[in-house]
């Protein structure tokens, strides 16, 4: 187990130097060990497949990807539940997948699940279900949906504005976020006053 540990360490270390055909074979490695010595359903295999899914993401191989985090999201649903944390990354981790392929009908409950379940869990003012809450909102915009993703940017930005401040770098972030939502649309006197905040 030791020598897995220092596999995966070494995919990992790989993927952060982008390096990912050596992470690949690394990562492919980490996870045959772990499901032989650990089993399908142990944590860290379910890491591991998550992990790999995520190497081939990088290299554009999404139609290998989609079936390691379906896996791993369906054995994290069935041994820790569904509002687990690591259950909840599983289900973001799917829904971009998918919105990156384009199954948008697909994506979107994932979305909503995973908000769902951290507002449930975290708090509506943690960052972890703010990043989630930008998340969706990005997603609702590129389908044209402005009319709900525009009370999920203010919700981000007026809970950073209370809980981190005016001058926070997370805040300017969504100040310039909201910006960019308005000046898509052509709301050029709505956008200006956000970008000018954000300088």
């Known amino acids: ?30 996870l045959a060990g772990r499901r032989k010595t650990l089993g399908n359903q142990h944590p860290d295999t ?3 497949m998550n992990d790999l ?16 985090r379906e896996e791993a999201l369906a054995t994290s649903r069935e041994t820790l539940g569904s509002r687990h944390p690591h259950t909840l990354v599983y289900i ?12 948008y009908d697909e994506a979107r409950p994932l979305y909503e699940e995973a908000l ?20 969706f909102a990005v997603f609702l915009n590129k389908q044209g949906l402005y009319d709900e993703a525009r009370p999920l940017y203010e919700e981000v930005l007026n809970t950073e504005r209370e809980t981190l401040g005016n ?13 960019f939502f308005f000046k898509q649309r052509g709301l050029y006197d709505e956008a200006r006053p956000l970008y000018e905040e954000a300088l």
């Open 116 to 135: 769902n379940g951290q507002r449930e869990t975290l708090g509506n003012q943690h960052s972890n279900t703010l990043t989630s809450i930008t998340n």
């Open 1 to 30: 187990i030791d020598t897995l540990e220092s596999i995966y360490g070494m995919g990992q270390l790989f993927v952060g130097q982008g390096k990912y055909d050596e992470a690949l074979s690394l990562h492919k490695e980490a």
């Open 46 to 48: 379910v890491q591991s």
């Open 92 to 103: 973001i981790s799917l829904a971009y997948l998918l919105n990156e392929q384009s199954q």
């Open 167 to 179: 001058q926070h770098p997370s805040t300017l972030l969504s100040i310039a976020n909201f910006a």
């Open 53 to 68: 899914a995520l190497v081939l993401r990088y290299q554009g191989k999404n139609d290998e990807a989609r079936p390691l």
